[in-house]
Nanobody, 114 residues
């Protein structure tokens, strides 16, 4: 089993930035498509950014150009740099494989005020 711990969330005003971190309990980045998910209030969890073992990335259209997914293989940490934040980015952010293979963490809350 792999446990995931997300951190870095907080409250920011629209237009602000945050950087989220994801630390798995063991090294999994080189063998799995990894992703960040968001659960907005009253909505289901959705995949918003993905990074492949090759380093290729893709994004949900609503975050493209504003969010950047990355990873530090040596430190075993995955990141989500979020910029130009909007109130609709508010939600709990989770990391996992892109098919949710691992144990879900508690997520980290991001609140964007207008």
């Amino acid at each position: 089993q792999v446990d995931l711990v997300e951190s870095g969330g907080g409250e920011v005003q629209a237009g602000g930035s945050l950087k989220l971190s994801c630390v798995p309990s063991r090294r999994i980045f080189n063998a799995n498509n990894m992703a960040w998910f968001r659960r907005a209030p009253g909505k289901q969890r959705e995949l918003i950014a993905r990074i492949y073992p090759s380093g290729a990335v893709n994004y949900k259209d609503s975050v493209k150009g504003r969010f950047t997914i990355s990873r530090d293989m040596s430190r075993n940490i995955m990141y989500l740099q979020m910029g130009a934040l909007k109130p609709e980015d508010t939600g709990v952010y989770f990391c996992n494989s892109d098919v949710g293979m691992f144990n879900w963490g508690r997520g980290t809350q991001v609140t964007v005020s207008s």
